[in-house]
């Protein structure tokens, strides 16, 4: 019998005993392999792609300046350009898709999963995350994104 890991103010349940969890977790996977399927029209999906008003009216870039070109360089599998584009989406994005793709397998083998409501994150975490943002977008000012 396999353990739970034990985090200090968080529960952990195994998945699939939830009863949303198969279907969550097939519906990533579809959407995992669907994304993968849309690689190839990435390129004319980028050009509807609206302008970003922020930095088209005052040259400063909002946190989510070169998403699309980020998008780009990943559907062309060139990671550091990517993260060079925007750090952030570009993790964020790798990271979604690497859950997705994983879920229907970690549900079948029962892995450990956050139990219960956790709407209200913790407060480090609300500021990592608020930090997180505020770096990358201290980065995309000074390169000029």
Known sequence: MTTIPTTPGMAWRRA??????????FALGLAA?????????VQVLAHLAPLCPLHALTGVP???????RAALALSHGDIAA???FNPLVTLAA?????????A????AL????????????????????????????????????
Not at 33 to 41: D, H, R
Not at 94 to 102: D, E, M, Q, R
């Open 94 to 102: 790798v990271g979604a898709f690497a859950v997705a793709l994983l």
């Open 33 to 41: 392999v669907g994304a993968l399927t849309l690689v190839p029209f």
């Open 62 to 68: 909002c946190p989510t300046c070169g998403s699309t």
């Open 16 to 25: 699939g005993d939830h009863p949303d969890d198969r279907p969550l977790a």
């Open 110 to 145: 029962h892995g450990p999963v956050p139990k219960g409501d956790h709407a209200g994150a913790s407060r480090a975490l609300r500021v990592a995350i608020a930090g997180a943002l505020l770096v990358n977008w201290f980065y995309l000012i000074v390169h000029g994104v």
């Open 104 to 107: 229907p397998l970690w549900v």
């Open 82 to 84: 990517a993260l060079a």
